[in-house]
T-cell receptor
């Protein structure tokens, strides 16, 4: 299994531009999570999906952030417009289900730099 | 609010020293507990997990952790660290209330060769 696949690995963009991060979860996993990691705030859960449906987006920082999961094998996290404070590493993770007795598997992350 | 506390932000050890990283959580009820490791520039990888049964769990690379329910703790241990253990270690908890995995702030371990 290829694991959780994220793209791009690195993204540098100018303030005000739209940024789209992509994630392909492990085949057969029906829960997907987006996390953001910064030095100041550590690892924050932004949103998670179960069976392609957003369950909890309380961690999404502002309306500039949106996430979709159109099918079981693809999710996007979009920032529009981007700001320098959005610079972080964004991780996607997936698990077999939302409940107990499952663990999350992480992708390699996308390092986003907004200048 | 639900939280996970890791006692040390930075730890520096010499090779062959013993390691113990503290982790406490604030949930009641049934929990799943995890330790993840993040090597420099890499993603998070699962070191070990506790779901049920024996509270002493063994993971990869010689790590182990002990779940003490009465203390709401899940401390990570390794009897003899190596330079290659230099990484950041995250404690994480999942409980029955919403199924989110909540991570602690992380502990950066530096092992001197």
């Amino acid at each position: 299994d290829a694991g959780v696949i994220q793209s791009p690995r690195h993204e540098v963009t100018e303030m005000g531009q739209e940024v789209t991060l992509r994630c392909k979860p492990i085949s057969g996993h029906n829960s997907l999570f987006w996390y953001r990691q910064t030095m100041m705030r550590g690892l924050e859960l932004l949103i998670y999906f179960n069976n392609n449906v957003p369950i909890d987006d309380s961690g999404m920082p502002e309306d500039r952030f949106s996430a979709k999961m159109p099918n079981a094998s693809f999710s996007t996290l979009k920032i529009q417009p981007s700001e320098p404070r959005d610079s972080a590493v964004y991780f996607c993770a997936s698990s077999l289900g939302p409940g107990l007795y499952t663990e999350a598997f992480f992708g390699q992350g996308t390092r986003l730099t907004v200048v | 609010a639900q939280s996970v506390s890791q006692h040390n932000h930075h730890v520096i050890l010499s090779e062959a020293a013993s390691l113990e990283l503290g982790c406490n959580y604030s949930y009641g009820g049934t929990v799943n507990l995890f330790w993840y490791v993040q090597y420099p520039g890499q993603h998070l990888q699962l070191l070990l997990k506790y779901f049920s049964g024996d509270p002493l769990v063994k993971g990869i690379k010689g790590f182990e952790a002990e779940f003490i329910k009465s203390k709401f703790s899940f401390n990570l241990r390794k009897p003899s660290v190596q330079w290659s253990d230099t990484a950041e270690y995250f404690c994480a908890v999942k409980n029955t209330g919403g199924f989110k995995t909540i991570f602690g702030a992380g502990t950066r371990l530096f092992v001197k060769a």
